[in-house]
């Protein structure tokens, strides 16, 4: 088979470095996805690889500034009270990153020493962010097992609870979930369950924490405010720079107590700012006009998904009831085959393929585990280069199945 290597395995993550500096020139339209060594390359490795379009950046030339940790920026006090006021709490705190909402969030909760913190074994708080509660807040995580859809049986929440009068037991202080569930493939919490969730957190004056990095994919998904999803939750920390669109940020909502805390938090480990009112004029520019976009970005997912599963031939799956928002979870059934070579095969081109669907595409993906692929529809990928993408990954699929059937002929 002639191959043209895009991204040889054994340099796969160097070049997808750089393929990551791709510029985007618009949300939708424009060159969304850009030739790469002559080929047309359609990025869907993650949400987090949207650039700020032009009229984003001349928000952002826009923009009042002043120094936030004298409370003087004005565009950043301005996000924060559009923010408090969406999600119907009291304050609301710029942070640098969905990894440092979550810490501050954990650690406004739990201040002192010692407490425990029920969440998800498939949560990014418990998988992706270095243990940061326990190494740097002396707080310890318990996990409850994770259902398919990111939710937890809430028999055994009840049961994690721990008792007040055993000494040997530590004291459980937060119970933290996600929505959508990054690592279930994007899952929206259904709203019985959160409120279900609340009852149990009350009963045990227990608080509730959402990473909803993408808690705004939940609301475009359920058609709701975000308000309606965070009302069983006492704080949030949802991301900018994700489906959103912008370059830098996440912000921190709850009582003006937690977020009072918040504030200190932030300053001990380096979160306090100086002027960044730019960051906070692109975080307002994604809140215009944001739902019908993330609405958009789910549609795309779902066009990728139902190609997938026309074409699959039993060697991969898709669980389609999964795939209720921007991400896409390929999962790998053909022996032998395993999620990075999927990916590898689908950044590479061929002289056959090239003939056949008449222009080089690639498609960039990531392997999320040994056996599954992940793709994501974002902002800066279109309808035509989810068509083009849909066109490789067929193109792919068709092959792989006649190896399949070429290899079964030549045992049977
Ligand atoms: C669910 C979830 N929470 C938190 C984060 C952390 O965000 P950041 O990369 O901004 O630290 C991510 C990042 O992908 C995420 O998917």
Not at 331 to 342: P, S, T
């Amino acid at each position: 088979m002639a191959l043209r290597l895009f991204a040889p395995r054994t340099e796969h993550f160097q070049r997808l470095s750089g393929w990551a500096r791709l510029s985007w020139r618009s949300y939708r339209g424009g060159p969304a996805a850009e030739k790469l060594g002559g080929a047309y390359a359609v990025d869907l490795r993650s949400d987090v690889l949207t650039k700020p379009t032009t009229a984003m950046k001349e928000a952002m030339m826009e923009a009042t500034m002043g120094d936030d940790v004298f409370g003087e920026d004005v565009t950043i006090n301005k996000l924060q009270s559009t923010v408090a006021e969406m999600f119907n709490k009291e304050a609301a705190l710029f942070v640098p990153s969905g990894t440092m909402g979550n810490l501050i969030s954990v650690l406004s909760h739990c201040h002192s020493r010692g407490l425990e913190v029920l969440l998800g074994h498939q949560s990014h708080l418990i998988i992706y962010e270095q243990g940061g509660m326990a190494t740097v807040g002396g707080v310890h995580p318990r996990t409850i097992p994770n259902l398919s859809d990111g939710t937890f049986d809430l028999e055994v929440v009840k049961d994690y609870i721990r008792p007040l009068d055993d000494s040997h037991q530590p004291f459980t202080g937060l119970i933290c979930v996600e929505n959508t569930h990054n690592v279930c493939g994007g899952t929206v919490l259904p709203l019985d369950f959160l409120a279900e969730l609340r009852k149990i957190a009350d009963d045990h004056k227990l608080p509730v924490h959402m990473d909803g990095a993408r808690m705004m994919n939940s609301a475009a998904a359920l058609d709701v405010a975000p308000s309606v999803i965070l009302e069983n939750v006492d704080s949030v920390s949802m991301c900018f720079s994700k489906g959103l669109g912008a370059p830098v940020g996440s912000i921190i909502s709850g009582s003006a107590e937690f977020i009072a805390r918040a504030v200190r938090l932030r300053k001990v480990l380096g979160g306090g700012m100086r002027q960044p009112g730019m960051l906070a004029a692109a975080a307002l520019f994604t809140l215009d006009g944001l739902i019908p976009r993330l609405q958009t970005d789910h549609r795309h997912a779902r066009m990728i998904a139902e190609a997938v599963m026309k074409e699959s031939s039993g060697l991969v799956h898709v669980d389609l009831e999964r795939v209720q928002t921007n991400i896409v979870m390929i999962e790998m059934l053909k022996e032998g085959l395993d999620a990075q070579q999927f990916c590898d095969r689908l950044s590479q081109v061929t002289m056959e393929e090239e003939k056949e669907i008449g222009e080089p595409i690639v498609v960039l993906s990531y392997p999320s585990t040994k056996r599954v692929t992940r793709l994501v529809a974002h902002s800066s990928v279109d309808t035509k280069d989810i068509l083009a993408a849909i066109a490789k990954i067929t193109y792919v699929l068709h092959e792989l199945a006649n190896q399949e059937a070429e290899s079964k002929a030549s045992h049977g």
